[in-house]
Structure formats: C-alpha cells, structure tokens
C-alpha cells in the first residue's frame, strides 16, 4: 500500500497512484515508460486535443485505459487523484515553479523556457528568443487603494554580439578553457538539475517538502 497526501494534510492509503497523462507527442513517450515500470503507478487516461495521439499512444505501450481531450473530465471520469506541480523553495523563501514544453504540440517555448519573475514591485520576463523586459510598479502618482496599480515598461538593453544556440556553448566553453575559468554552462550544476527532480519525486511519494542538499552535499 501507498500514502496519497490529502489537501488537508492528511492520508489515504491506496494501491497505486491513479495517474492521467497529458500530452502524447514525442516527449510523452518518455513519461509513459518510466511510469510503466512504477509497481506504484497506475495509468488510468491519456489526454491530448488530437484523439488520435493518445490513441497511438495507448496502443503503442499496451494501454488499455480511457482517452480524453479534456484534463477535467479526464480527472473525473478515471477517478485520478494525482496531479503533479512541482514546487521550489529557495533558501531567501522565493519560490519557484516551472511548467512548460520546448516541443509542445501549440504553443511551445523556446529550449532555454519561458521565464517570469513576479516581485512585490513588478514583473521581469524572457521569452527564451527575445530581449527580456520588465513592467514595474510606476513610481509617479497616486497608487493608493488601487486594486492594480499602474506600471510602466523597462526593456533590457541586451548588446550581445555572440553566437546564440549550442554554437554559442560551444564558444563559451572554449573560452573557458583559454581563460582558466569555469564556463558559464558547467556540467557540475547538473548535480542540483538531478537534485531537483529526484527531490520533486521523493516529495510526491512522502506528500511533504524534502531539503535537496541531501542529494548533492
């Protein structure tokens, strides 16, 4: 038997955790069979706007569960009770959250994400391609007891003439080397990357935070 973390800080005993996978393209693929080899783990839908995907996919891996092409009435409809948003806590006690697609089937963001940075004085972005830009609280004026103040833009004044993309690692990394210095990209983070997402899953089976220093100190 396995615990199932309750909203109100409780439990549930189950046999496995009743899992709906959403999005069937290519990355998906992945997800289904790593969870297929999960005594823990149950998949009971499979969502996708294009019916056909998730069809595919069901037969591709043996699956005999339902298809959807809403996540609601995917939830309601297998009885799932696992839902999955992944949550970071710094040690300043910001909080950081990451959801998106580089290969998203509509709508994907770039490889290096979609970021948004919220504060109690604005709100930075970065779309991945573009030049970041922000949209602060305006200093001039009266703000007082408004529900939403009013802001003003601020674009970064990005002059980077530099190759982009993985030639641009690979430049960086050389002039790493040259200069004796750790390069920007340096495979050691990838340490606190895998901290990251075996803290996500040990947080998911205990239904509690876990510090990730355990895994990399």
């Known amino acids: 038997?396995?615990?199932?973390?309750?909203?109100?800080?409780?439990?549930?005993?189950?046999?496995?955790?009743?899992?709906?996978?959403?999005?069937?393209?290519?990355?998906?693929?992945m997800w289904?069979?790593?969870?297929?080899?999960?005594?823990?783990?149950?998949?009971?839908?499979?969502v996708d706007i294009k019916t056909e995907f998730a069809q595919t996919m069901a037969e591709r891996h043996g699956l005999t569960c339902s298809v959807y092409t809403d996540v609601e009435e995917a939830i309601t409809a297998a009885a799932a009770y696992l839902v999955l948003d992944?949550?970071?806590?710094?040690?300043?006690?910001?909080?950081?959250?990451?959801?998106?697609?580089?290969?998203a089937e509509g709508a994907p963001t770039s490889w290096e994400a979609d970021w948004r940075v919220t504060g109690e004085k604005g709100t930075a972005l970065w779309d991945g391609a573009h030049a970041p830009y922000a949209e602060v609280v305006a200093?001039?004026?009266?703000?007082?007891?408004?529900?939403?103040?009013?802001f003003t833009r601020v674009d970064a004044d990005v002059?980077?003439?530099?190759?982009?993309?993985?030639?641009?690692?690979?430049d960086e990394m050389f002039a790493a080397l040259a200069e004796g210095r750790r390069a920007e990209?340096?495979?050691?983070?990838?340490?606190?990357?895998?901290?990251?997402?075996?803290?996500?899953?040990?947080?998911?089976?205990?239904?509690?935070?876990?510090?990730?220093?355990?895994?990399?100190?």
């Not at 038997?1 to 693929?29: E, H, L, P, Q, T």
């Not at 289904?32 to 499979?46: A, H, M, N, T, Y």
């Not at 935070?209 to 355990?214: G, N, Y």
Request: charged residues 25%.
């Open 86 to 103: 992944i949550i970071f806590e710094m040690t300043d006690g910001s909080v950081f959250c990451y959801r998106g697609s580089w290969c």
């Open 1 to 29: 038997m396995y615990r199932y973390a309750r909203n109100d800080g409780g439990f549930i005993s189950i046999s496995a955790y009743r899992m709906v996978v959403v999005g069937c393209s290519n990355m998906a693929k």
């Open 185 to 217: 990209t340096d495979c050691r983070d990838n340490i606190r990357s895998m901290a990251m997402v075996l803290g996500a899953l040990e947080s998911a089976k205990l239904g509690q935070k876990v510090d990730l220093t355990t895994y990399y100190s």
């Open 139 to 150: 200093a001039d004026g009266d703000q007082a007891g408004k529900f939403l103040r009013e």
């Open 32 to 46: 289904v069979e790593q969870i297929k080899q999960r005594p823990d783990c149950d998949i009971v839908g499979l």
């Open 159 to 170: 002059n980077w003439g530099g190759r982009s993309g993985h030639a641009g690692c690979m």
